[in-house]
């Protein structure tokens, strides 16, 4: 059992990751943190620090409530909402939690692939997440 959150190093990735160890530290539960990259995308040496830096908080924060963060790099990941969704079923996950951008009027009507796909494809529920404006 656990929270399982989507990360990538935007805005949207950092809302995710703030409320999915909230959320983990409220019910008690291990946090399961998945690192998705491109294939052939190389990760810069800030974004690299961005990562390590908010997994330190959110590890720091687990610590203190008595949990566990278990973190998981998928390098050439070809789909990361089914990178999320077997992560979610391998832990048996209560929640998922992902960030959505904001969208124009028009672009509300089309929902993102990866976000459209975990929320219909989720063996558990989902939380979508907006970064603060």
Do not use: F, W
């Amino acid at each position: 059992m656990g929270i399982v959150v989507g990360y990538v190093a935007n805005p949207e990735g950092r809302a995710a990751l703030a409320q999915a160890g909230q959320a983990a530290v409220r019910l008690s539960t291990t946090l399961v943190v998945v690192h998705s990259q491109r294939p052939g995308r190389e990760v810069d040496a800030d974004e690299a620090k961005q990562l390590a830096e908010l997994l330190d908080t959110v590890r720091e924060q687990a610590a203190a409530a008595g949990l566990s963060v278990e973190v998981r790099d998928v390098p050439d990941s070809e789909d990361p909402a089914d990178d999320l969704i077997t992560a979610a079923e391998e832990t048996g996950a209560t929640l998922i939690v992902i960030g959505l951008r904001r969208r124009t009027p028009v672009g509300k009507l089309i929902l993102g692939a990866s976000a459209q796909r975990i929320l219909l494809d989720a063996p558990c529920p989902v939380l979508a997440v907006k970064p603060e404006d």
